[in-house]
């Protein structure tokens, strides 16, 4: 079988994605590489020739990614924590800052200790990321994802029918409206960390193709101002958490004031602390229960 060098083809790739305006055309290139001959990406240097048919099926996955077509929905895969979630048409592809809110709540659940089963939500679980990517990482912990969108909750039950099935602690995945002050109500005071990443885009914002296209309309926006869904979900968050539960929120980075405001105004959080991604742009906001 005849075959030729990777790295021409890659370099190729690696200028048509440029010019196609990708941000990140070189990751990209090896990403898609690495998906057409079945290696991790860290490894494409072991594997430097390709078959005439992978060659084929490289360039027609460059072709689509030079279409804008987002790079997870060609790969079929996004990552949170240690897990891979199935992704595509239909559902939010998570992106690298929430794994900032996986870190700080996997960070709260250790200071919480071991001795007694935490309760967990995840408000908004698209994919299921957050709740399956703590589930693994926490296997003693009682995991509850809301979602409202059908499309992506058969994500989410792909995603966590397959987690389950290698081992994890089967999540409870919920169809619902974090809005509805009854969502989730045996929970009642009962959560010790909760994390959200909520619709909070502005309806008036300019979004690259990758997102605009093809991300869910209503996993990305919270109406006029961004904040339709997130003013309302405040008050689930306080019903939800027991005294000294913890909850983390992710947001739009034109919005923490307004969202530590929000938490502020309810009377019944301290510790409301605004958080940067790794850009440096406020991106959570987290706080904890007080006493009623
Ligand atoms: C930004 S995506 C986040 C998905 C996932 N948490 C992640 O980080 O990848 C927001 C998700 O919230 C869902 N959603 C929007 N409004 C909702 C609501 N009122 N109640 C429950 N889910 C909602 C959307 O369908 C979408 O899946």
């Known amino acids: 079988m005849s075959r030729v060098s990777l790295r021409p083809a890659v370099l190729e790739a690696v200028g048509q994605l440029q010019v196609a305006g990708v941000h990140s055309p070189h990751t990209d290139a090896e990403f898609l590489a690495a998906h057409v001959l079945g290696v991790e990406r860290s490894r494409l240097a072991l594997a430097p020739m390709l078959t005439a048919e992978q060659l084929a099926e490289f360039r027609k996955l460059v072709d689509r990614r030079a279409e804008r077509v987002p790079l997870q929905h060609l790969t079929g895969v996004a990552a949170m924590g240690e897990i891979d979630l199935a992704v595509g048409p239909g559902v939010f592809v998570p ?20 001795e007694h089963p935490p309760i967990v939500v995840d408000l908004c679980t698209g994919s299921g ?15 509850y994802a809301v ?9 989410a ?5 397959r987690q389950a099935a290698e081992g994890d602690t089967p999540i409870h995945l919920h169809a619902g409206d974090v809005t509805d002050p009854n969502v989730l109500a045996p929970l009642n005071n009962r959560v010790d960390v909760l994390v959200a990443n909520p619709p909070y885009i502005p309806e008036d914002a300019t979004l690259d193709p990758e997102v605009a296209d093809h991300d869910p309309h209503r996993a990305l926006f919270g109406g006029p101002d961004g ?9 689930t968050i306080t019903r939800l ?21 929000l938490f502020a105004a309810t009377g019944r959080f301290t510790a409301i602390v605004e958080h940067p991604d790794l850009a440096g742009k406020p991106r959570f906001v987290a706080a904890r229960r007080t006493a009623d």
């Open 157 to 161: 039950r792909r995603n966590a029918d």
């Open 129 to 143: 990321a957050l709740a399956l990517a703590i589930a693994h990482a926490r296997p003693d912990a009682e995991v």
């Open 95 to 114: 992106r690298p800052e929430t794994e900032l809110l996986f870190a700080w709540a996997l960070a709260h659940l250790e200071a919480a200790g071991h």
């Open 227 to 235: 904040l339709s869904v997130i003013t309302p979900m405040i008050g």
């Open 241 to 261: 958490l027991r005294t000294d539960g913890v909850a983390a929120v992710e947001h739009d980075d034109t919005h923490g004031p307004q969202v530590a405001g």
């Open 147 to 155: 979602e409202i969108d059908p499309a992506a909750r058969e994500w």
